[in-house]
């Protein structure tokens, strides 16, 4: 049976969008995605969608060939970390940490390049979802009224 990867991303808890993508194969992608403030306000919670997109056959051969690397790695514990990749035959809850990336890791390590490439690839498809889940101006009741009687 293929193996099957998981990716997270910004699981450090750091301000951001963080990605759970629950499910990445050379024919693409699916999961969520949620954005975190510092600090957290009511205004801004709970900003969180699903994701799903299909690759182009380029990104699909690129993908694969990237997940193809990781595919045959020794299983490492798992832990904190800025972002990791997780492998998976049956269930994603009997999944296995292959490689948990630092920033500042490509510099010196080359599967962290190839890690990126992935990230690469998959953030090139959520443009649309990024911008709507992107912080949009907090404007309280009665206030900021246009001519039409709406709220802004």
Partial sequence: MRPKFALLWRRDGSPGIHWYI???GSDGFYGEINVS???PTPSRAGRAMSVDHRFTAADG???AAILAEFAEVAPIEPGACFALLGRY???LGQSEVVFKYEP???AHCPRARRFLELHAIIE??????YAQIAEQPYVPNNLNKCNEGGYV
């Fill in 124 to 129: 090139s498809y959520l443009a649309e979802e």
């Fill in 89 to 91: 035959t049956e269930s």
């Fill in 61 to 63: 051969e690129r993908a």
């Fill in 104 to 106: 500042g890791a490509e």
């Fill in 37 to 39: 403030y510092h600090p």
């Fill in 22 to 24: 629950r499910r990445v």
